[in-house]
């Protein structure tokens, strides 16, 4: 019922005439009334008046900005772990010749002229895109049908002997883009024709996004670049193509015509939310580095296992409190340490007529699965590498490593069903010799020497549960020393059986060639 119709009829009706009654009498009237009932309430402060809203105590403040801190990389993480699927970064110069800053500049300019005067053009994200890709198939033409420029491409690493588009990658050490020695390289032909199928895919219903993340500089310096943000949709099956054809052409050096860079997303931080961990966290992350009077207040109170679990999952480790597999920890934790001498990059390659073809190529990883046909089985890691290495694909390392860790196969999976193989392994001399690929186009082999000077112990059935030891080794010497949680080191001078039946994971470091000397 209606509070005009009410107004109107109330009064024919006993009820709604008293009610009426009550409400016309004055605010005033009916607080002078109430003031005085003795089960009244006394009257709360308004929000907004002093004392009327809850107030952070400084004490807390410290801890409510942790915990938005902590909340806001969490989402900076999620949002990553959801790039990988959506998104790609191109890095163009500034300036210098070749780039395509400034012409793709200026067309944004024209296009906005056109939209103004109401004509009926692409978005800017498919005009600045499709502009930048046809223009890199047109100079790659151009250079091809320069002898000069083809010289001076092979000369910068752009294209290999057989005057293919290198794949490239950043050396740490170098501190510069340099060709990758594990990834084929891509022909010519393939790559236009690559980039022609993006530029047929460029559509505004699978491209959501292409533009700048910053401004770029007014007056920028030698080296500085312009990142853009490639997104693509995920619903649409040609979506998945064109991601598909993005990832092959990601580090390639194709883009280098254009003085651009196309490469992958990863889940690492950047920008505002390295600069807020930098802020918040970087006392956890930094050895040496003080650490503010809040946190050693809270620290004073706390076991450290606590602040150890607290710098991994700042670190980006899911669940630090839950027991979790050691190999994947290391596959996560050795990436974070900047460890870029122990990746391990290793194929399966079959011999053709021309040389060879790359049957399964597996990424740069911390660790090596010796994933050998019938798994651990007369007990010698000699004998194990070897079926690893022997299969139908010969399997070899591309690179070799300063350190590498290797992964014995313990566990075995059948109908769901995991099952810890037991077999005592045995090593000779503690020497771990693996198989490396001699050149990019050739199944033969050399085989490298390693040392053993860690073994990983998994005591439990599972990798979940149970419990991790181990044991630490200096090459040359025979004793170990067989390492626990709070207990003193036991030192051996044999491996016991029980590591030999438990060990798990194999740290190793690689023996300098002959007449150079190493330390381990």
Known sequence: ???EVVSVFGNLLPGLATNMRETSKQPREMD?????APNKRPKAARRGQRGGRRQIADENLNSVVTLLANLSLQQEDALNRLRLDTSFTF??????????LLPLFKAGQEWQQKQKKGENVPPMRIVALGLLLKEVVARVQLMVGDPTAVENAMKHQWLDQQKRFVYQEWNSATKKVEPSATAKSLKVEEATELINQVAELCLPDLVTRFCAQRRPKQEPQEGDKAVFLIEVAMRDPRADILHQKLRQLANCAVWNVVGAQLQPPNQQRHGLAMALQKEAYGHLLVPGSRIPDAWQKALAKTHWDAAMFLRMYMLGWAQPNRQHDVSEFIQFIIPKLAWTDSLVHWEARVAVEEGCTTEI???AAPLLLLAAPGGIQDGELDTLILSWHLQAQPHALCTAPTHIFLVLPR???TNGVTRKTRVPLTFN??????PIFRSE????????????ISIIVHLGESVLTGHYRTVGLIPGRTEA???????????????????????????????PPAGESGSA
């Open 361 to 363: 190529r597996e990424p």
């Open 481 to 511: 020393w067989y390492m626990d949680d709070g207990v003193a080191s036991e030192r051996l001078e044999t491996l016991s059986p029980e590591i030999q039946s438990n060990c798990y994971v194999l740290g190793c470091i690689r023996r």
């Open 441 to 452: 186009s050739s199944i033969a082999c050399d085989w490298l020497a390693y040392d053993l």
């Open 1 to 3: 019922m209606t509070t």
């Open 411 to 413: 566990y075995t999976t």
């Open 32 to 36: 002078r009334e109430t003031e005085n």
């Open 429 to 434: 001399n503690r020497c771990v010799h693996l």
């Open 91 to 100: 890095h163009l110069q500034q300036q210098g010749p070749g780039t395509i």
